[in-house]
């Protein structure tokens, strides 16, 4: 219960969800604008909790090509070479950069509010370079809004593996008022500059973290390049780093909410009827969560999710392992996609990711469907093995993003590859019960027994990977063909741009 206490504090930026928190919002003067009604996104300003949140990195970006960031590799990241190793000891970085990762520590404030420090890692895809960004801020003092000051301490920078620290002179985190923070650093004669991209419209900024930068020359000032796509994340108070996974606002741009058809009329009897629903935008990982990924969450949360198995680690072709108490994805396997989770382990590992969750299925319905025009996420043909993963491709799941990305917006093995854990309840008539006001629906209420599953995977043939049919499992059950993605629910009530840095 408490879990949802702080994602829905968090989702809708309730000002007496934290001490402290946001007591006395400047609703007049922000930006020089009468804001009216506080944007409802503000899930990173409570520095109390300041959670390492995944940022998602849309600004409308075709996914697909998203600058240049290789889709199966996280952002370019490729969790196989791992080179080195991590703070922690003798174990692989996760990230695949051997970052001095260290446990953020608390800090009293003047005004006795204890917070902690924001160490915070990003990607950085520029002009051919896959590199990733490794800041460590200290919590220095408190507004009277209730926003924290943070000040740069150190920095790294990984490019090709390599880790190289970064000139205490060239780094910066500079407090913006409510919450619009801006990250820099200097290095060979660029300033990159972290902030949030023109989709992240509201009070304060849409994402928990930045998801674009710029690229300055240092000597003369001139901006070469802007609004280039980043992830960054948090990492947990243990010190680790969450995955630089890229996630989509849907819909793309800076819509409040969208409608679309859910369920079709002569489809199957628990997809009807076609029914008119309104959806709050919200970001969707561009992928399925991988073996890395999972190996990450395991390490820093543990495999107990709410009482059940995160994950059967004792399945057939699971590919993670615990050694010596720190768990790793198995060589070869990191950029699979995760399976044999429970549906307590999918939903416990996206709230890990700083309050994401499972999506719904309008959410999942949504995505897959281009908002209800198509049969596929690719459009109304038939699969073939060049668009999705089933049972005439092969015998088990692939790399993910293997095939070409042909889902909406570039979004990866919607159809095939492994089904995906849905939040809902499973309830036959559930379409059939809200067919008018039917706004952000989130299933049955109370258990059925049964989650509900889509997407289908490489075991199922060609007639299982429709993106309207629906699929069932036990909660606490797990499958080598079931795996996940998560959503962040974005809200963008007030309609004005970030200030420039």
Sequence with gaps: ?????????????????????????????????????????????????????????????????????????????????????????????????????????????????????????????????????????????????????????????????????????????AYGHHGWDVMQLVHEGLRYVYRWSDVCVGYRPCTPSFDVFDVHQQDTGERIAGMLPATCVHLSEQGRPRPLTLNLRQPPGKDNEVQFTMGEDDGPADAQPAHLVTLHPFRMDLHEATWADFAMFLDDHGNDCEGVPCIDSEAVGIRVHEQAGRWTADEGAENLPAVHMTWHGAETFCFWRDYMELPSEAQWEFVATAGGMQVFPWGDQAPDCDRAIFADCAQDAQTICSVTPTGVDGFCDLAGNVAEWIGDWYDADFYASCTTDCFNPRGPENDTGSKVLRGGSYADDDSSLASRLRATQAPASSSAQVGLRCVRRQFTWSQYDPPEP
């Design 1 to 173: 219960m408490l879990r949802w206490i702080l994602l829905l504090c968090i989702t809708l930026a309730l000002a007496s969800c934290g001490s402290n928190g946001d007591q006395e919002l400047d609703a007049g003067t922000d930006a020089g604008t009468d804001a009216g009604t506080d944007a409802g996104t503000d899930a990173g300003t409570d520095a109390g909790t300041d959670a390492g949140l995944d940022a998602g990195t849309d600004a409308g970006l075709d996914a697909g090509t998203d600058a240049g960031l290789d889709a199966g590799t996280d952002a370019g990241l490729d969790a196989g070479t791992d080179a080195g190793t991590d703070a922690g000891g003798d174990n692989p970085a996760p990230t695949g950069c051997a970052f001095p990762f260290s446990a953020p520590p608390s800090r009293e404030l003047p005004s006795g509010w204890t917070v902690r420090d924001k160490h915070l890692l990003c990607s950085l895809d520029h002009d051919g370079h896959l590199a990733q960004v490794y800041m460590e801020s200290e919590a220095v003092d408190e507004t009277n809004f209730g926003y924290i000051v943070y000040e740069a301490r150190r920095g790294w920078i990984c490019v090709d593996g390599v880790v190289q620290a970064l000139d205490a002179a060239g780094i910066d985190y």
